[in-house]
Every structure is written in C-alpha cells, then in structure tokens.
T-cell receptor
Framework: GAGVSQSPRYKVAKRGQDVALRCDPI?????LFWYQQALGQGPEFLTY????????KSGLPSDRFFAERPEGSVSTLKIQRTQQEDSAVYLC???????????FGQGTRLTVV | RKEVEQDPGPFNVPEGATVAFNCTYS??????FFWYRQDCRKEPKLLMS???SGNEDGRFTAQLNRASQYISLLIRDSKLSDSATYLC??????????FGAGTRLTVKP
C-alpha cells in the first residue's frame, strides 16, 4: 500500500489480557516510531527503530510493553497484562531516513475494560 | 520540563484572521522540525517542515529561531477548514521525534 497501515483499527481487551498491535510501514522507510496518544494530548514517544535495530525504547511506560521489528519492515507492539491506563490510541509512523518527515498510520484505538 | 512545549489554546478566531502558534524545545542539539495538523479522531498529517531560513506554503509560514529554541507557525486569512489541532515535532540527533501536546484552533464564521 501507499501509506502506513496499522491493524487492528480498534481493539477491546479485558484487563489482564495480552494484545499485539501491528504496523506495516511505507515500503523502503528505514525509521519506524511508535507513539501513545491519550485524548486531548499530543503523541507520546514510546520507541524508535532504525531498520531492525531498536535504538530508543525510553518511552515504553513499563516492562509490560515490548516492541519488535525483526526484519526491518513490519513492527509489532505487544502489551502484556493490559491495564485500564493502557487505553489510548497507538500510532505508528515511518520515515524514509534519519531526520526526514514521518508519516502516520491511522492508529489502533485500544480500550481496556 | 517537557522536551517540546506548546500553548494548548484553544485559539478561537474569526474567518480571515491571522493566527500564530509558538513551540519551544529543550534540546539545543535538535536537528529537524515539523508542523503537523491533526483533525479530531484522525492521525497527524504533515503540514510543513521548518527550515532554518524560514519557509512559506501558501497561507502558512514557518520560522525557526535556534538561539531561542522555538519554532512558529503563522496562518494568514484563516479558513473554516483550518480548524484542527496543530502539533509541532522536533527531531534530536538520533531521529527520535518528539511532539508537543498540540494547539487547538477553531475558526468561526
């Protein structure tokens, strides 16, 4: 596809359930970012990949959050033992190279009940 | 102190008005700067990059002040369709892009 694709678009999880969110970046884009956006807030940085290397994971809020990009393309954000405070929109973005503009997917809206 | 700060607004302006937003950043080594627009329940979309010399795209003008560590966005002749949240984004040297909380703009007839 032409843009960044995320799935699922919506996810309802019971508290304590594990979830996996997928991001398919624009083909050829080296950099991939994950953000968490709460209602009325800006995107909060979670983690960044350059190809398959996770260069910065300082924004992951706890060890329940884990991200991978094993082949330098598709990425998965996994949240274990979900809590209500994990409810948010999870945005993925990719960029062609370092310091170029990033393009966002439509996000996954996660609701933990 | 947050790495990127914006006045959250809201800014309520009449059609045709000129409105300006500022965004400050804390890391002096920051390399690249952007303005994004986000409509309600949509993903952020790139509005424009911000270059050192300043740049203009139609009714939109972006400026960078490295000495004072801020970027600005000026919108002239506001349209109803400009109503959105405007996010500034700053890239540090290692390409970890950080966003401000966004400034909400409502343009009224």
């Amino acid at each position: 596809g032409a843009g960044v694709s995320q799935s699922p678009r919506y996810k309802v999880a019971k508290r304590g359930q594990d979830v996996a969110l997928r991001c398919d970046p624009i083909s050829g884009h080296v950099s991939l970012f994950w953000y968490q956006q709460a209602l009325g807030q800006g995107p909060e940085f979670l983690t960044y990949f350059q190809n398959e290397a996770q260069l910065d994971k300082s924004g992951l809020p706890s060890d329940r959050f884990f991200a991978e990009r094993p082949e330098g393309s598709v990425s998965t954000l996994k949240i274990q033992r979900t809590q209500q405070e994990d409810s948010a929109v999870y945005l993925c973005a990719s960029s062609f190279s370092v310091n170029t503009e990033a393009f966002f997917g439509q996000g996954t809206r996660l609701t933990v009940v | 102190r947050k790495e990127v700060e914006q006045d959250p607004g809201p800014f309520n302006v009449p059609e045709g008005a000129t409105v300006a937003f500022n965004c400050t950043y804390s890391n002096s080594a920051s390399q690249s700067f952007f303005w994004y627009r986000q409509d309600c329940r949509k993903e952020p979309k790139l509005l424009m990059s911000v270059y050192s010399s300043g740049n203009e795209d139609g009714r939109f003008t972006a400026q960078l002040n490295r000495a004072s560590q801020y970027i600005s966005l000026l919108i002239r002749d506001s349209k109803l369709s400009d109503s959105a949240t405007y996010l500034c984004a700053v890239n540090k040297q290692v390409n970890d892009m950080r966003f401000g909380a966004g400034t909400r703009l409502t343009v009224k007839p």
